[in-house]
């Protein structure tokens, strides 16, 4: 299959295109910038109003303003004009092709829940309100369902933190082997994680398994407590995790990006799991030692055990 790929340059988008060709398929990369060579894609086309679509088997939407950074106002109209425009540009370039994608995997967050302490979100559940990134994963998503008009098959991945060489685990790393890490705030609030590969592998998956449609929660089988990921995350690294980081710290500092490390999220991926989708790394014991090998041992599997 030929899969076009937004954001092919970023961090998810390079795990994606190596899958992909390991798979037999096709990557056409599209870009904001189109003489931008990406590695293993066929050709890179341009990703703006006006884009082109037509012929290709599957579309994989991934571009957006990154989130890390400080939250200005401008920052937020970024990261939510990029996301629900860029959308409302692939939808157009479907409706407008003779021979359109016959799908669309968008992007999404599992921001979308919001906070919500002890329950289970699977896809059945309502989403979060008030929250900044709530309000852009709901506008994104409804921006990629209008593809669905044109007969095109639509799954938006709602990505839990997704653990790689960058990223969230990259940022957290130089502070954990200085013996600095530790948990935020109490430390009881859910984790929903998933690693690259699987991450990259739901994305393919999402576009060749007819059955799934809509919401799709992209997180392992497996989230854990903050304080949990924090212990495993130290003793992998033979570091102590003794500090925390008082929630009010985080607020007054970070008012409105606090959500990211003390919202509380167990995402369970249910379509996922139901359809047959096998995780390689379910367990963040797994996870997190083939992430940080080959500088660590694994950690004994009986010390693992709260990770259900
Ligand atoms: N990584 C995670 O933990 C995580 C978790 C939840 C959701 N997500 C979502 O998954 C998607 C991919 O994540 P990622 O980590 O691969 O992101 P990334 O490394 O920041 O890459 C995003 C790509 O989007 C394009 N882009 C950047 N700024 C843009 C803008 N202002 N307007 C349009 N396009 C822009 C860039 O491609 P060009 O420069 O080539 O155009 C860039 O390569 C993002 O939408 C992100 O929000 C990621």
Redesign the pocket.
């Known amino acids: 299959m030929e899969i076009g790929l937004?954001?092919?340059?970023?961090?998810?988008?390079r795990h994606i295109i190596d899958q992909a060709i390991a798979g037999g398929d096709k990557v056409v990369?599209?870009?904001?910038?189109p003489r931008?060579q990406i590695r293993g894609c066929v050709r890179t086309q341009s990703?703006g109003p006006g884009l082109h679509l037509n012929g290709l088997g599957a579309v994989v939407h991934?571009?957006?303003?990154?989130?890390f950074g400080v939250w200005t106002n401008a920052k937020k109209e970024?990261i939510f004009r990029?996301?629900v425009e860029?959308t409302r540009w692939i939808v157009k370039a479907i409706q407008g092709a003779p021979d359109p994608p016959k799908v669309l995997v968008c992007?999404?967050?599992?921001?979308i829940y919001g906070d919500r302490g002890e329950e289970e979100l699977t896809e059945r559940r309502t989403t979060g309100a008030g929250e900044f990134l709530a309000e852009v994963s709901e506008a994104w998503e409804a921006a990629a369902k209008e593809a669905t008009a044109a007969g095109t098959r639509v799954v938006s991945v709602r990505?839990?933190?997704?653990l790689g060489s960058?990223?969230?685990l990259a940022a957290m790393q130089p502070i954990f082997r200085l013996g600095l890490g530790g948990r935020f705030g109490k430390g009881d609030q859910w984790m929903s994680w998933v690693h690259v590969r699987d991450i990259a592998n739901i994305f393919l998956y999402a576009a060749k398994t007819e059955s799934l449609s809509g919401p799709v929660n992209g997180a392992s089988p497996n989230p854990v407590r903050n304080s949990e990921f924090t212990r495993v995350l130290g003793t992998l690294l033979n570091k102590p995790t003794f500090f925390t980081v008082p929630s009010f710290l985080v607020s007054t500092f970070l008012p409105e990006q606090s959500s990211l490390v003390l919202d509380s999220q167990k995402v369970i991926p249910e379509k996922l799991l139901t359809s047959g989708f096998q995780f390689q790394f379910p367990s963040l014991n797994e996870a997190l030692h083939d992430l940080l090998k080959p500088k660590v041992r694994p950690e004994p599997s009986s010390a693992a055990p709260s990770e259900t």
């Open positions: 937004t954001g092919a340059s970023g961090f998810l988008g990369a599209f870009s904001r910038n931008r990703f991934l571009a957006g303003e990154s989130i970024h990029s996301r860029g992007a999404s967050a599992i921001g990505i839990a933190l997704v960058k990223g969230a």
